[in-house]
């Protein structure tokens, strides 16, 4: 697929990619085309990193400047390089990750099928509950996932083996431009300054080894084996149209999670698909807005305690889920557990991910902004 | 305390020290004088993630390098620096934090302050449990530590303010040397080609803040508002006159789990004061060996569903805590969830941290060899 409608000139993404001739260097994408903002004149850093730690003004300015260069068609012409002889890398060096929790729906339907309680987290709506990810093993859309091994219950042993429940996780995550500093909050009105774009992430889950090990301190082996990102990072001013509202508090939150922005959401539609053997079949529709707590929210959460964040950071929605069967942001909601089969579109019966399937993520905001994909094949567990 | 007989020449640890005319680079101790590692002529890499990095074997040669040129007392006499001159800056760059919780008298007694049963958490006996910690906020010794805002249970009600359950652990971490490779596993006897050496840890908690949030994601803004470590870290090959058993196994572990290496521990003392009107009073006496994983099971436990380790990463133990009532690492442990008060050497009353509270942790494994302190004080919470 080619994506080259979610990359017009009103997105203006930012990304890391080379070429057979030319290094890994600061790009920008229209339509099917990539640009290095080296070759349009533009002071560029060498780092994404780099770039997303300048002031907003600097780089609403940046944008202006990049809109007026690749509306030009002599520098299209002149510049661009065909997305398929580019190889995108990891757009960020990722410091810290942080995966939230922000769909009640999700919350719900997750504790349904482990718990068999429909009922929220005690602390789920007064905050957004989460988890510190592992940040070394971050890597790009299209990096194959190795099927984990690791220790599970299997009836009343405990078995160790390579996972029986891959799962996916339909998210996206906000990143941190401008970096806070140790013992400072950052107030959920001042938090867009600090957030330099968003991308899509899939935090693969292997929900046997997550279940084994999580209590009390929580998910660690069951996620730390891989979390994809699209290549793609579509800054806040791209978003900015499709601002909207988030759903209404179901009970009052304190202050520091009282936002003076009305529309402090994104209205992004999202899509997965479980591909296998040259078929895709989709598993989930779901919408961004439908989360609880916004990007804004995540941020100052981070950082009420005084914790600092660093350009680079990862603050995860968690999965993305609705209240349709269709509206399923993982395996686990849709299998409830991994008790309800599903069929591909190409007749199989499947629970979780088997080795070969594959799993594409999408995202668009609309008019022309859109993130791409993020993509993963799990590959089979490597023997000992 | 001057801890000049910690840092004999069969020590020789590695940190970043700077003084008024000289910039932060990496330095060695012996005694109580420092030592640039550029003045002794050697090729010292800028940062001390650079040099571990480098070959076991190499690691090897430079720490003989540096005993013969310390053996010198003409190098000693020209070259040192006295540690009164000198700033300890942080370590390492630290790329990831997992703190494991290998004690299982801690887990014990914090399962017993925190929810009344005495029991082990469903996986803790099968493998290392632990969480991800935040990078971004570990700091070296000496760093002040706010005291939190967060949100916790107060009666029927949600508090949300500065934490009234500011908590030390008194841990150890391994800091990861040469990295290995996404997707694959390090096995737990090569563990020790990656250990580059060992750091005191203290785990700062706001225990009210933690017990809101953590069910059923773990441990976060409870924990990531500040983590302190000692400014030298002691190498593996300084540790090994030092290396014991670990306690039996209550039950068989699997294949992944089970160490070659008999003495595959280390005895390290660990000491915990609480400073408090110039006045330090003893509240944990403890021993490494007691743990029940080993770092070298951290390593294997880390890397088995194929996440990777970077240099600079810390595996830390958890709270190291004993049986006996003066071998509580931490204040949740001694108080019983905040129930029991202690008395400080001033004869005045605790639970928990107030303001002004310092925490010294001393460690030594004997015989010249010792990690030296790491200490932090709490400063009030920044008012909104």
Redesign the interface.
């Known amino acids: 697929m080619s994506y080259a409608e979610h990359f017009s000139l009103k997105n203006i993404p930012y990304g890391i990619a080379s070429t057979q001739d030319r290094p890994a260097a600061v790009a920008t994408r229209l339509h099917d085309l990539i640009f290095f903002l080296s070759d349009l004149n533009l002071d560029s850093p060498a780092t994404l990193n780099a770039l997303a730690s300048i002031d907003k003004d600097e780089l609403v300015k940046l944008r202006r400047t990049l809109q007026t260069a690749l509306g030009d068609e002599k520098n299209v012409s002149r510049f661009g390089i065909p997305v398929g002889e580019a190889t995108m890398h990891l757009p960020i060096e990722v410091?810290?990750f942080?995966d939230f929790?922000c769909s009640t729906e999700h919350l719900l339907n997750a504790g349904e099928a482990v718990l068999g309680v429909r009922s929220f987290?005690?602390?789920s709506l007064?905050?957004p509950?989460?988890?510190?990810?592992?940040?070394?093993?971050i890597?790009v859309s299209g990096t194959p996932i190795?099927r984990?091994?690791?220790?599970y219950r299997d009836g009343e042993e405990?078995g160790?083996g390579p996972s029986r429940a891959v799962d996916y996780e339909l998210e996206m995550g906000a990143i941190i431009g401008k970096p806070s500093t140790?013992?400072?909050?950052v107030s959920v009105n001042d938090a867009d300054e600090h957030i330099f774009g968003v991308v899509i992430v899939n935090d693969w889950s292997?929900r046997d080894?997550q279940g084994?090990?999580?209590?009390?301190?929580?998910?660690?082996?069951?996620k730390?084996?891989?979390t994809s990102i699209s290549p793609w990072v579509v800054t806040l001013e791209a978003l900015e149209p499709f601002a909207t509202e988030p759903p209404a508090k179901k009970t009052p939150v304190?202050?520091?999670l009282q936002d003076n922005k009305i529309k402090s959401s994104y209205s992004i539609t999202l899509n997965a698909e479980v591909l296998s053997e040259g078929s895709a079949t989709e598993v989930c529709k779901a919408q961004l807005q439908w989360m609880y707590w916004t990007f804004r929210s995540l941020v100052a959460?981070?950082t009420?305690?005084?914790?600092?964040?660093?350009t680079g950071?990862i603050l995860g929605t968690g999965t993305v889920s609705g209240v349709g069967d269709d509206e399923h942001g993982c395996l686990l909601e849709m299998t409830k557990g991994g008790k309800v089969e599903w069929e591909l579109s190409t007749g199989k019966k499947r629970r979780y991910l088997e080795d070969g399937d594959g799993v594409r993520l999408t995202a668009y905001a609309g008019d022309g902004v859109g993130f791409g994909e993020c993509t993963g094949v799990i590959s089979a567990a490597?023997p000992f």
Chains 1, 2 share one sequence.
Request: net charge positive; glycine share 16%.
């Open positions: 410091k810290g942080t929790s987290p005690p602390a007064h905050l509950i989460g988890y510190t990810g592992r940040s070394s093993s890597v190795t984990p091994y690791g220790q405990i160790f140790f013992g400072d909050r292997a080894i084994f090990e999580m209590q009390p301190l929580g998910p660690m082996n069951g730390s084996f891989g304190k202050a520091y959460q981070q009420i305690n005084g914790c600092n964040v660093n950071d490597k």
